[in-house]
């Protein structure tokens, strides 16, 4: 019997600014990884939230350069705390502590052990209480399982705690694989770290699409790892097309993107196709 996969209706604009793969045939898509932070969870939202926590705790003397957004001097330990963690120099928690106590420093703030602790258990606390989901991601993810696809969540952060936030939020259930650079000792946009994804899986690279919000770690290390590599461009960003990578500014516009660029796992009835829910 003929596919007949029908693309759950999106609230955007539509898939306008989709680079097609267009003059050949369509891949053939089993299995789907997606990223956490910043693509399932509103990661920026609720650590910019917690940040506030911290700033708020201690007056700072030394305002960085660039102004007093702190946000970017944060994202800038924060990357060279983690490698640091993803190369097995400092585990999570030793990370998270060195990391505060650094960025402290930065501003001019040189705090003892216990004071650091207390400010990063409260920082913990608040970006507890402010993670959130992004409001289309439980209708696509819905319809990927109903698509027959088999999914993975492929993240550079720390295994448990991505599973724990998984968890609570309600999103472990559609996943039948989580993978992470915490635990295999290497990060996206490592070829490894994909491989790892469709092995447990037990699907190949080839017919596996990767989607996430770093065009460089998510897309475009994804697509040189052998899978379809898809940006997930919430910001919309104004920048030339990446040839080979479809882009897409929200999760709602996934399942048109399959139906049309790609070959999904057979649907023999359109009834099977939930209702996105709004
Ligand atoms: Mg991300």
Redesign the pocket.
């Given at each position: 019997m003929t596919s007949a996969l029908v693309p759950a209706p999106s609230t955007s604009a539509g898939p306008g600014r989709v680079v097609a793969n267009s003059g050949h045939e369509p891949p053939t898509i089993d299995a789907i990884c997606l990223?956490?932070?910043?693509?399932l969870i509103d990661?920026t939202g609720s650590a910019r939230s917690a940040l506030s926590v911290v700033i708020g705790s201690v007056p700072i003397d030394r305002v960085p350069v660039g102004g007093d957004d702190l946000w970017p001097a944060w994202q800038r330990v924060t990357e060279e705390h983690s490698a640091l963690c993803v190369a097995g120099a400092l585990d999570y928690d030793a990370m998270r502590h060195a990391r505060t106590k650094a960025f402290l420093a930065d501003l001019g703030r040189d705090l003892d052990d216990d004071t650091v602790a207390a400010l990063e258990d409260r920082r913990l606390a608040q970006m507890s209480r402010a993670w959130r989901p992004f409001p289309d991601v439980v209708p696509c993810l819905d319809w990927l399982r109903a698509a027959g696809l088999r999914l993975a969540a492929v993240t550079n952060a720390s295994g448990p705690r991505q599973r724990e936030r998984l968890a609570s939020l309600g999103l472990a259930r559609f996943f039948d694989a989580v993978v992470s650079a915490g635990e295999l000792g290497t990060a996206k946009p490592d070829p490894v770290i994909f491989h790892t994804a469709c092995d447990r899986l037990g699907v190949t690279p080839a017919t596996t699409a990767h989607i996430?919000?770093?065009l460089d770690h998510?897309a475009q290390g994804a697509r040189d790892a052998g899978l379809h590599g898809i940006w997930l461009d919430r910001a919309n960003t104004p920048a030339p097309p990446t040839p080979g990578i479809p882009v897409i500014d929200t999760l709602a516009d996934l399942p048109a993107l399959l139906v049309t660029e790609y070959r999904t796992p057979t649907v023999t009835s359109t009834s099977t196709l939930p209702v996105p829910r709004r």
């Open positions: 990223d956490i932070d910043d693509t990661f996430g919000d770093r998510d």
